[in-house]
């Protein structure tokens, strides 16, 4: 069975320093990956994505997170934190199944003055 | 275009009450999912449906139902609420294709307290 794990339910950092989420799935085939972020109250939007070819994947407001077969990580970084970061954070894992999604159980940021 | 829509927004029910959820999105996808949101767990996916009249099993089924009638909406229903469904349940939808251009889109969520 796939499984999504996330380092840290909440990670603190100030503003403008860099932001490092952890994601590491547990497949034997590499399934699709994805970053959702989730705003106070509302949905889950999806920040990005991995399918296939370049294994540095950007996405929107300057996030980006690299795929890394040998170590079964796709962690997610920003070099510099802005206020309007703080948000829950969820990786996920396409099984390739329906598209279903299995998800990690979500980190926390907080970003401080 | 509104995209995923869920109805109601917030409800509180009293152990044994039954509810229908209602989901519709306008982006004409095949596939639609619920999932539960709890704290310290992630989401968790109730049911999927992959078509009109179609609809499986997820990872968490039990004290749901689930009904696709229509291609634009999926019905989550809790026939005799318990506190454990207490949640937040998320609604998403996606199109059929290359596995590659599947995302799933999100409603905003419905809040459901039982006492």
């Known amino acids: 069975a796939q499984s999504v794990t996330q380092l840290g339910s909440h990670v603190s950092v100030s503003e403008g320093a860099l932001v490092l989420l952890r994601c590491n799935y547990s497949?034997?085939?590499?399934?699709?990956l994805f970053w959702y972020v989730q705003y106070p109250n509302q949905g889950l939007q999806l920040l990005l994505k991995?399918?296939?070819?370049?294994?540095l994947v950007k996405g929107i407001n300057g996030f980006e997170a690299e795929f890394k077969k040998s170590e079964t990580s796709f962690h997610l970084t920003k070099p510099s934190a802005h206020m309007s970061d703080a948000a829950e954070y969820f990786c996920a894992a396409d099984s390739g199944t329906a598209s279903k999604l299995t998800f990690g159980t979500g980190t926390r940021l907080q970003v401080t003055l | 275009n509104a995209g995923v829509t869920q109805t109601p927004k917030f409800r509180v029910l009293k152990t044994g009450q039954s509810m229908t959820l209602l989901c519709a999105q306008d982006m004409n996808h095949e596939y639609m999912y619920w999932y539960r949101q709890d704290p310290g767990m992630g989401l968790r996916l109730i049911h999927y449906s992959v078509g009109e009249g179609t609809t499986a099993k997820g990872e968490v089924p039990d004290g749901y139902n689930v009904s696709r009638l229509k291609k634009q909406n999926f019905l989550l229903g809790l026939e005799s609420a318990a506190p454990s469904q207490t949640s937040v349940y998320f609604c998403?939808?996606?199109?059929?294709?290359?596995?590659?251009?599947?995302?799933?889109?999100f409603g905003a969520g419905t809040r459901l307290s039982v006492l």
């Open positions: 991995y399918t296939t070819g370049a294994t």
């Open positions: 998403a939808s996606s199109h059929w294709g290359p596995r590659a251009k599947n995302i799933q889109y």
């Open positions: 497949s034997s085939v590499p399934p699709y």
